[in-house]
């Protein structure tokens, strides 16, 4: 039995988390969750975004599955998720994208898998506010330590997922400092790796544009904070949004598992949300567990249910609720 740190969040949150929680029961998956909440919710009734239980839960387990989380806008709070990632240095953001039958795209064959630095570059959080000139400095820092691990990361599991192709986007014909510590980290990765046969890397700018004209030529992406955090939605719209891809941020001793999605507070407690990506992200955990089989066979019976447009929710042209999706997927279990 594996204990789990369990986080439904805000807004949509806890209606498509009971979705996973039905989904996993049916499937008896075995998994023990250890419930503690964050965000809006808790700032109102404990006085804290990010209360002392759920960082006491997350050291005992080392795993959590997060819904999605309202962070106070203009109101001097912290990204919760920024918050979480650089407190147990989670430094690998992994965002598989990948078509899926059913979901009506411009593309098919997508079969992709992004790796985004996840603490440090321009959101390390080093900004200063000159008052009298007039003027913002927000500073990207990125260390040797920092991009060999997020290098090696990515070619570490291409290598163990049977994928040849590493990419690496960078900005280093600009900003030469930065990009040149990541194409050094890679280089040295692909020494290490060497069943990953092709490795190449491309401008950032390039990187977009290829990406919307043939994504099929790629296989695992790496890169930087910021880019990462652009790549990434981009990849997603490639295969039907931010409500079907799966989201996971991972470090040496911890995983934090989550929809990449927002709140989507005004549809809160209507019944219309998409259970998907957290869903696929609770996968990713099972993977993460090595609980293959019990992944493999939700999988099968989510993927079954997308193909039928009436059992989905109404974001992918169906009438179903959140509730009636999950027993859809679990009946095909």
């Known amino acids: 039995m594996h204990l789990v740190t369990l986080t439904p969040g805000d807004g949509i949150g806890p209606e498509i988390t009971r979705a996973v929680l039905d989904i996993f029961a049916a499937a008896k998956v075995p998994v023990q969750w250890e419930e503690h909440n964050a965000g809006i919710t808790t700032l109102e009734s404990e006085g804290a ?38 407190k147990y240095d989670l430094y690998q953001n992994l965002r598989p994208a990948k078509t899926t039958e059913g979901i009506n795209t411009p593309f098919k064959g997508i079969d992709l898998v992004l790796f985004r630095e996840n603490t440090e570059g321009l959101y390390s959080g080093l900004e200063m506010w ?17 991009c ?19 990419t690496l986007a960078h900005k280093g014909n600009i900003l030469k400092m930065a990009g040149k510590l990541m194409l050094d980290a890679c280089k040295e990765a692909a020494a290490e790796f060497p069943a990953v046969t092709f490795y190449d890397d491309r401008i950032i700018d390039n990187m977009c544009m290829q990406l919307v004209n043939k994504p099929q030529q ?40 989550e929809a990449v999605h927002g709140s989507a507070p005004d549809i ?35 993927n079954e249910t997308l193909k039928l447009k009436e059992q989905c929710t109404g974001d992918l042209g169906g009438r179903a609720s959140t ?9 095909k279990l």
């Open 323 to 331: 509730q009636e999706f999950a027993r859809f997927v679990i009946e």
């Open 268 to 302: 809160a407690g209507q019944g219309k949300a998409n259970p998907t990506a957290l869903l696929r992200s609770a996968l990713l955990m099972l993977e993460h567990l090595g609980e293959k089989e019990h992944a493999a066979r939700i999988e099968q019976a989510l």
């Open 218 to 257: 790629f296989d695992v992406i790496v890169t930087t904070n910021l880019f990462g955090d652009i790549l990434s939605d981009l990849c997603a719209g490639l295969v039907g949004g931010l409500g079907v891809v799966a989201g996971a941020n991972i470090g040496d001793d911890m995983a934090i598992f």
């Open 130 to 146: 000159d008052e009298r000139l007039g003027i913002a400095d927000s500073v990207s820092r990125n260390t040797v330590v920092g």
């Open 148 to 166: 060999r691990k997020i290098c090696r990361a990515a070619f570490a599991y291409a290598a163990k997922h049977g994928r040849k192709h590493v």
């Open 49 to 86: 975004l990010l209360p002392q239980a759920l960082f006491d839960s997350l050291e005992r387990t080392r795993v959590g599955l997060k819904g999605p989380i309202t962070t106070p806008v203009g109101k001097g709070f912290r990204s919760v998720n920024i918050t979480l990632r650089q």
